[in-house]
């Protein structure tokens, strides 16, 4: 720990990405990257953007995606804000709405592991709040914290479980909060594999976010694009926050790719039923192989094999060239997140299971 780090950067604990291979030797399914590729208008758009205007800075604003964006959902641009992938969305949605020495932020406690991340970062207490048994989320939970709350955030689906939250429930708690005058933001990372979004009801709840990115559902985890939809007075916060961080963070070539993927329904549309219907097809197997697999409504699975443990079953995939990801937490330690890659991908990774349940069986 070096002597000219400041106390905010000796004390808070850095988010840890999946693992990224740096040759092409492994099967890659730990980072719920969309396995198919992104949209030819996509890849045309930006090609069209690499010109002469690169040497001008880019629209500090994201006219062009906000406008798109705002047709697709039917909202108005100012509902729409733009960020270099939903996790910078995130970060600045922590410096807007959440208060320093106030009262608890509420969050799962098996989430995205970067809300403690950002709690710490910008000193905003927080209180995690217990899945239930099955490992899913009560909203109802959020509404009996004695003492107050900060606000609430979490993923739907959650992650890494994939267990989707009731859209009733939601908006429950949104309405909930807006008579405490708190923020509900809600991350909908996922929610193009079968949950349903709360974009529709934006207007009625003016405290309620959602953050949405393009790296999932888009095939766009190389771009860093995300975005948020809100009332207009959460994306003014929002935007506060950015123009006193970077005034020009969505560079011209990501504007215009986002603004093409955003367009381009029919393409997406159709590659992600791919992946919901190998996810199925995956899940039935696992089942037939004895494992305990959750309910998902994402790009991925979370499974826990028999008679093995989470960090034995781990490294047994990777001694067979398959990367997934292992969170090594008291209540789902012995759970794999495993993300959903192509039928071929699938495939070898449900003979490397029958082969390792088979051998553990035996043994």
């Not at 959440?98 to 910008?122: C, H, K, M, Q, R």
């Not at 939250?165 to 929610?191: C, N, T």
């Not at 560079?251 to 603004?259: C, E």
Request: aromatic share 12%; net charge negative.
């Amino acid at each position: 720990m070096s002597k000219y780090w400041n106390n905010r950067a000796k004390k808070i604990t850095p988010y840890t990405p999946g693992e990224q291979p740096k040759d092409r030797k492994f099967i890659k399914l730990n980072t719920n990257e969309n396995p198919y590729p992104p949209s030819p208008k996509v890849i045309e758009a930006i090609k069209n953007a690499v010109n002469g205007d690169l040497k001008l800075y880019p629209d500090p604003s994201s006219t062009v995606f906000r406008e798109a964006a705002a047709a697709r959902f039917g909202v108005k641009p100012e509902n729409v804000f733009a960020g270099n992938g939903s996790d910078e969305v995130l970060a600045f949605a922590f410096g807007a709405y959440f208060n320093t020495e106030a009262e608890p932020l509420l969050f799962p406690d098996i989430t995205y592991s970067f809300y403690p991340v950002y709690a710490g970062l910008w000193d905003i207490p927080f209180r995690t709040i217990p899945l239930r048994e099955d490992l899913s989320i009560n909203c109802d939970d959020y509404k009996t914290v004695r003492g107050g709350v900060n606000g609430v955030i979490f993923p739907n689906p959650n992650a890494p479980t994939g267990i989707p939250v009731p859209l009733a429930d939601i908006l429950s708690l949104a309405e909930y909060l807006e008579a405490k005058g708190r923020a509900l933001v809600v991350d909908e990372a996922y929610i193009a594999f079968g949950a349903e979004s709360a974009v529709p009801h934006i207007g009625k709840h003016p405290n309620l976010l959602t953050v949405h990115t393009l790296s999932k559902s888009a095939s766009l985890a190389g771009l860093r694009f995300g975005f948020a939809i809100g009332s207009e007075e959460l994306i003014e916060g929002l935007y506060r926050i950015k123009d006193s961080f970077n005034s020009y963070p969505i560079d011209r070539l990501a504007l215009a790719g986002a603004a093409a993927a955003i367009g381009d329904t029919t393409y997406y549309e159709w590659i992600n039923r791919r992946v919901m219907a190998t996810r199925e097809r995956t899940e039935q197997y696992l089942r037939s192989l004895g494992c305990e697999v959750l309910p998902s409504a994402a790009n991925f699975l979370f499974v826990k094999a028999p008679e093995i443990s989470g960090g034995d079953f781990f490294m047994k995939l990777r001694e067979r060239g398959i990367l997934v990801r292992h969170f090594n937490k008291e209540r789902i330690k012995d759970y794999l997140r495993i993300s959903i890659g192509t039928d071929e991908e699938m495939d070898i990774f449900l003979a490397a299971c029958g082969e390792i349940f088979t051998r553990e069986n035996l043994t």
